[in-house]
């Protein structure tokens, strides 16, 4: 029993035991100085107030020994607990720092719900990160890099983890299962089929430890689309093909720039799908245009199946299961 409860002991954070040490110490000294001098400390609650004053070095002075014993005892009392205090402080300090280090490096789990997982560092990310913490309705977001060696972000809503990201140890201290979303970017870095591969892969990870979370992955070659979607992909969002209709707008533009300024002004609005209610089912796609108008939203589409629909036909009713675009 005595070997276990030892073992137990050994086993407890360092700070924890050298305060019980210091705690043992005042208990001590207190009940001895108040069985030494009970004139002088009249109850054990005044015995153990003096031992922490004076082991703290403090010193008011409220409680003196007179006795040569209580004497003796309270240089005792300096000689050792001093040693305990000053441990106890100095440990608190370095545990402190550590763990403010460790949490830079990524080295901390993260503990808590509600947040996007976004892996890999780069432009895109650091652009998303910014708009994603705006002080107006700041988002908690997880960062997953295996080549960054501290946090990029200076931001309480910004928790590095640093290592790979198809490792099962380095996904669970990202807290997957409460996350809202993942998205997985492209490490351009790479090969472009190298790096499908890898995003591929660490959805593979990600499904397998959480198969309900929503994950979006950045695919570079349109090959691997599929393989993402066999590989359990929410959505895929083929970066390659979207700055191909960048360019080929440009192209065919008188270099106004019309697109680039579209969807920069997305980046203050919402583009989302939302399913038609009852009441609206049956009605034309021009009086629904107006209804949304006047609450401030933007009717843009349709959505319906496998198909979306920009701008189509003013006559077009809404059927049931549609989906209307909207901008809000």
């Known amino acids: 029993m005595t070997n276990r409860f030892y073992i137990s002991f050994l086993r407890m954070p360092l700070l924890f035991r050298i305060l019980l040490f210091a705690l043992l110490v005042f208990l001590t000294f207190g009940i001895s100085i108040h069985i030494l001098e009970p004139a002088t400390f009249p109850s054990i609650f005044d015995g153990i107030w003096w031992a922490i004053i004076t082991a703290s070095t403090v010193g008011y002075g409220d409680y003196v020994p007179h006795s040569v014993l209580g004497r003796i005892t309270a240089v005792i009392l300096i000689l050792l607990g001093a040693g305990f205090v000053s441990s106890y402080f100095i440990t608190l300090a370095a545990t402190a720092v550590t763990r403010q280090d460790a949490l830079s490096e990524g080295k901390i789990t993260f503990k808590g719900s509600g947040h996007i997982i976004i892996i890999g560092w780069n432009e ?109 992909a929410d959505e895929v969002i083929q970066s390659n093909k979207l700055t191909s209709v960048f360019m080929i707008n440009s192209l065919h533009s008188s270099g106004d720039g019309l697109l680039s300024t579209f969807i920069y002004q997305l980046r203050e609005s919402r583009l989302r799908a939302f399913s038609v209610d009852e009441e609206i089912i049956g009605k034309t796609m021009e009086e629904i245009y107006h209804q949304l108008y006047k609450e401030g939203n933007l009717l843009i589409g349709l959505k319906r199946g496998e198909e979306t629909m920009l701008n189509p036909s003013h006559s077009l009713q809404i059927e049931k299961d549609d989906q209307l675009l909207i901008i809000k």
Do not use: W
Not at 135 to 161: C, G, M
């Open 124 to 232: 895109r990310s650091r652009e998303l990160i910014n708009r994603l913490t705006i002080p107006k309705n700041p988002q908690t977001v997880v960062l997953i890099d295996e080549t960054l060696e501290a946090n990029p972000v200076p931001s309480r809503y910004v928790h590095f983890i640093q290592g790979k990201s198809h490792i099962d140890e380095t996904i669970l201290k990202s807290s997957v299962e409460h996350a809202e979303k993942v998205l997985i970017t492209a490490d351009r870095g790479n090969d472009e089929l190298q790096a499908d591969m890898n995003s591929i892969l660490t959805l593979l990870t990600i499904k397998g430890l959480c198969p309900n979370v929503k994950c979006i992955v950045e695919i570079l070659t349109s090959e691997q689309v599929i393989n993402a979607i066999r590989a359990g």
